[in-house]
């Protein structure tokens, strides 16, 4: 898996921040994520698929950087399931280790300029087959390696460990390599998705009042 990124260095109270920003190019296609107010809505064609995960890849292995998204000015699909006009957010994903706090990412992002491009090339198997993931563990009380969301400044950060990426992305790593098949094998089926949540089990909204569940679907086109 290759992908075109800017790598970004900010400083901010004292510390360097590192930024990881997607950079497909012009011609990129289908990736787009609302806030529904019911749940966050994400879509994806094929290359949008594959991009998703292989960043999160990267994310797994980048335990000192923010994996920057910026996917506000794409369009989406205008069926969402909120009662209002859904909210466009960009996407962010970092290490718990790093202590970032959310609410300083308007500022950093004002702040990145043009960085530095770079083609950053992953194993087509970093992320683990489901088939490799101990999935009952998850469900013990002492497991720690469970996704966190947070909103802040028009972005969704997904906040984790290595391990948790490695073992949520391998349902994002069936998701790209089913979608399209599916899609074409069964025409006549409602969608293709797969759906991802906080903490050890999914619910309504998270203390900070987020919605509990991140909800990706297989769009062609739209």
Known sequence: MEQRVRVHRVGLNGR???VVRSAPGPDATGLALRDDGHW?????????A???????????RSPRSLVHLPLRGDPAPHDGAGDGEPVALD???????????TSSWKEVRARLGAGTPRTVSLPDDDLPDGDAVDHERRHHRTYRDHLGF??????????????????????????ADRAAAHRR???????????LSPG???R??????????????????W
Request: charged share 25%; proline share 4%.
């Open 16 to 18: 360097e921040i590192r």
């Open 40 to 48: 966050l809505s994400m879509y994806a064609d094929r290359e949008g």
């Open 50 to 60: 594959d991009r998703l995960a292989a960043l999160w890849a990267l994310a797994a």
């Open 91 to 101: 996407l962010v994903l970092l290490h718990h280790s790093l202590q970032f706090p």
């Open 150 to 175: 947070d909103i802040a400044a028009h972005t969704l950060f997904v906040v984790g460990s290595s391990t948790a990426f490695r073992e949520e992305g391998s349902a994002l790593r069936n998701f």
């Open 185 to 195: 094998r069964y025409p006549a089926a409602a969608h293709f998705c797969v759906e």
């Open 200 to 202: 050890p089990r999914g």
């Open 204 to 221: 309504g909204r998270t203390r900070r009042h987020v919605p509990g569940s991140l909800h990706i679907e297989y769009r062609d086109a």
